[in-house]
């Protein structure tokens, strides 16, 4: 190219990840060399500040304890996936640090976190189109290659950054993998899930099944259990079950049930019976048909169980997570968690 100019001129271009900035290098009618700059795109900590501590010490102090406290209990040997919760880390952190004090980190290279979509419409899979995630711990690097990979795969799509930054489901349990993995070298392959039917949920699973057999993968889905009461449209309750957030509790312990057996078909059965409101059912789904596809032994034990508050009047709300608690100043409501561990079986 042959360009008349005196000044540095610069043009920008999509990629997949970040941007391609281009630097003309020449004079006035020289022929112009460009200088290819990837223009590096980090996914800010946007929730850090409100959903959780924003300063580094205040923070790693926290986690530092609640890890200390559930590592003499959560014992599960070599962990392949975790299932743990979302929330604000003043209600769930006791509970997801079940789930990440049994995690080695020497023995990974990446890990592949799934999340629901709260605010997005979505009916695939939507990849990063960041290269690094921050956390006030410090930046993960984002797997590039990987992400390149399932972008050419029928499903998948990009987020926005926006999209991104906006949801939290991914975000809450960024900061607990930096954590446990400190200096120890990974990549994170973050994945919001959308709404899915049965069929998807079997596709996708096929697909991560490759990445589930791979020894220095790690995968972490994000999601709550039983959101109950008004606020979420959601309340069946039947008294000869005892106590609401007894009920509640009967009510996820089934679910949970299908979940440590592997069973994605009675998993599903499961939610079309009881509609129970768990938000990550879509990334649960797709990791119980990865386990299917492999044909591989695996071991999945609830390791901890909490409800944001134990209801007993119909009038008020509750959420059952992954060992998350929840409240509100002017309703009541709770939310149940479970933190899942799941190993190869020897």
């Not at 409100?50 to 304890?65: F, I, Q, V």
């Not at 690094?132 to 990009?158: C, H, M, N, Q, R």
Request: aromatic share 10%.
């Amino acid at each position: 190219f042959f360009f008349n100019a005196t000044a540095t001129t610069e043009i920008y271009t999509r990629s997949l990840v970040g941007s391609v900035r281009c630097v003309q290098e020449t004079g006035t009618w020289g022929l112009l060399k460009w200088r290819m700059e990837k223009k590096e795109m980090t996914r800010k900590a946007t929730h850090a500040g409100s959903w959780y501590d924003k300063n580094p010490e205040t923070l790693e102090g926290k986690l530092e304890a609640c890890i200390k406290a559930a590592e003499v209990k959560a014992k599960a040997g070599f962990v392949k996936l975790l299932i743990g919760p979302h929330a604000g880390y003043e209600y769930c952190l006791k509970t997801s640090a079940w789930a990440y004090a049994n995690i080695d980190p020497t023995k990974y290279k990446r890990v592949i976190l799934l999340g629901p979509s709260h605010f997005t419409t979505l009916d695939g899979c939507a990849l990063s189109k960041c290269s690094s995630y921050e956390t006030p711990l410090g930046g993960i690097e984002i797997d590039t290659e990987t992400v390149a990979t399932l972008s050419k795969t029928a499903g998948f799509s990009f987020m926005t950054k926006k999209d991104d930054e906006r949801e939290h489901s991914l975000e809450m349990h960024v900061p607990l993998i930096k954590k446990v993995f400190n200096t120890s070298p990974f990549k994170l392959v973050p994945i919001m899930v959308g709404s899915l039917g049965v069929k998807e949920e079997k596709k996708f699973g096929d697909i991560f099944a490759s990445f589930l057999k791979d020894k220095e993968t790690l995968f972490v889905a994000s999601s709550d259990f039983c959101h109950w009461g008004e606020n979420f449209d959601y309340a069946p309750y039947n008294p000869k079950e005892g106590k609401i957030y007894e009920y509640i509790e009967k009510l996820d312990r089934r679910g949970i049930a299908e979940i440590e057996a592997n069973n994605p078909e009675g998993f599903s059965k499961y939610l079309r019976e009881t509609d129970n409101t768990i938000c990550g059912r879509h990334a649960i789904s797709i990791l119980l048909n990865s386990i299917k596809s492999t044909g591989a032994k695996f071991e999945t034990k609830c390791v901890a169980y909490s409800q944001s508050e134990r209801l007993t009047d119909p009038s008020d709300s509750s959420v059952s997570l992954s060992l998350i608690h929840i409240s509100e100043p002017t309703r009541r409501y709770a939310t149940s968690y479970a933190v899942f561990c799941l190993k190869k079986k020897k």
